[in-house]
Nanobody, 119 residues
Framework: VQLQASGGGLVQAGGFLRLSCAAS????????MAWYRQAPGKHRELVAP???????TYADSVKGRFTISRDNAENTMYLQMSTLEPGDTAVYYC??????????????WGEGTQVTVSS
């Protein structure tokens, strides 16, 4: 299973972006998925996870501003980010528990997409 994140960019404070994470592979199965982010000089932190049936949680710093969702038919996860703040500037990574046909379950990371919020 491979993950490809997209949708990052440069946006002014108060703006919005929508990130996407597409899982690909042969007859894949995807279970829990999540968005993480890592700002310069900081540890990678969990932004929001989502289970296979759509149960979500959010980091306190993004509650009320970010919405995580997924399309199981397309094996794609989204992160709608609104009212962005300079503190949201980071590389955003997607993560998932996935399995290709005939394979074993593995925790997989995407390459990340840069989000920069200017003040």
């Amino acid at each position: 299973v491979q993950l490809q994140a997209s949708g990052g960019g440069l946006v002014q404070a108060g703006g919005f972006l929508r990130l996407s994470c597409a899982a690909s592979g042969s007859l894949i199965s995807v279970n829990n998925m999540a968005w993480y982010r890592q700002a310069p000089g900081k540890h990678r932190e969990l932004v929001a996870p989502i289970t296979s049936v759509g149960v979500t949680t959010y980091a306190d710093s993004v509650k009320g501003r970010f919405t995580i969702s997924r399309d199981n038919a397309e094996n794609t996860m989204y992160l709608q980010m609104s009212t962005l703040e300079p503190g949201d500037t980071a590389v955003y990574y997607c993560n998932a528990d996935g399995r290709s046909f005939g394979g074993t379950w593995a925790n997989v990371w995407g390459e990340g997409t840069q989000v920069t919020v200017s003040s």
